[in-house]
């Protein structure tokens, strides 16, 4: 089945600082979320992209489909941000795929 | 708030014991998935309901079941309850099974602890 890499598995940061959060897979896919695991354990939806550019506020998604990657660019990042980032893709399968996800820490 | 209903939040029981959660999907929602968050595996997805069918099987286990009602609500049923089967269980649910109507929203989960 498709496989999901995610990068890096832990980040720490300053209040204030950008960061990129990077999910490689494996095969083509109809479908690509990027979710936000938040202290709770609640997954928040980001982004649906499957491929191209979104924006929402300080985060914004790249995806390339092409060459199987997908990027999640968090700007001026806040201590809410913190929590763990999946990034989940189905191929053919209907099923989300998850990747094992990024843990950012942002301290004050 | 992602519209999905999960109950209950938590549950503590004992091995050999069987439980079931619920859940609700979003209003509109025809798809509902399963999924199991534990450490070591990560978010592993069980089983997936379309319209009141069985669509797909994931990594479920035989001692766990689910079925979808013909109000769309879906119930996962867990039995003979092991020490591992703790784990966050999650519900998601989508218009439809792929592409662009499989953006799948999650539910508040559910926290099994198995003593």
């Known amino acids: 089945g498709i496989q999901v890499e995610q990068s890096p598995p832990d980040l720490i940061l300053q209040e204030g600082a950008n960061s990129t959060l990077r999910c490689n897979f494996s095969d083509s896919v109809n479908n690509l979320q990027w979710f936000h695991q938040n202290p709770w354990g609640q997954l928040i939806n980001l982004f649906y992209i499957p491929s191209g550019t979104k924006q929402n506020g300080r985060l914004s998604a790249t995806t390339v489909a092409t060459e199987r990657y997908s990027l999640l660019y968090i700007s001026s990042s806040q201590t809410t941000d913190s929590g763990v980032y999946f990034c989940?893709?189905?191929?053919?399968?209907?099923?989300?795929?998850f990747g094992k996800g990024t843990k950012l820490t942002v301290n004050p | 708030d992602s519209g999905v209903t999960q109950t209950p939040k938590h549950l503590i029981t004992a091995t050999g014991q069987r439980v079931t959660l619920r859940c609700s999907p979003r209003?509109?929602?025809?798809?509902v998935y399963w999924y199991q968050q534990s450490l070591d595996q990560g978010l592993q997805f069980l089983i997936h309901y379309y319209n009141g069918e069985e669509r797909a099987k994931g990594n479920i286990l035989e001692r766990f079941s689910a079925q979808q009602f013909p109000d769309l609500h879906s119930e996962l049923n867990l039995s003979s309850l092991e020490l591992g089967d703790s784990a966050l269980y999650f519900c998601?649910?989508?218009?439809?099974?792929?592409?662009?109507?499989?953006?799948?929203?999650f539910g508040a989960g559910t926290r099994l602890s198995v003593l």
């Open positions: 989940a893709v189905e191929g053919g399968s209907e099923k989300l795929v």
């Open positions: 209003s509109g929602d025809l798809s």
């Open positions: 998601a649910s989508s218009v439809g099974p792929r592409g662009a109507l499989n953006i799948q929203y």
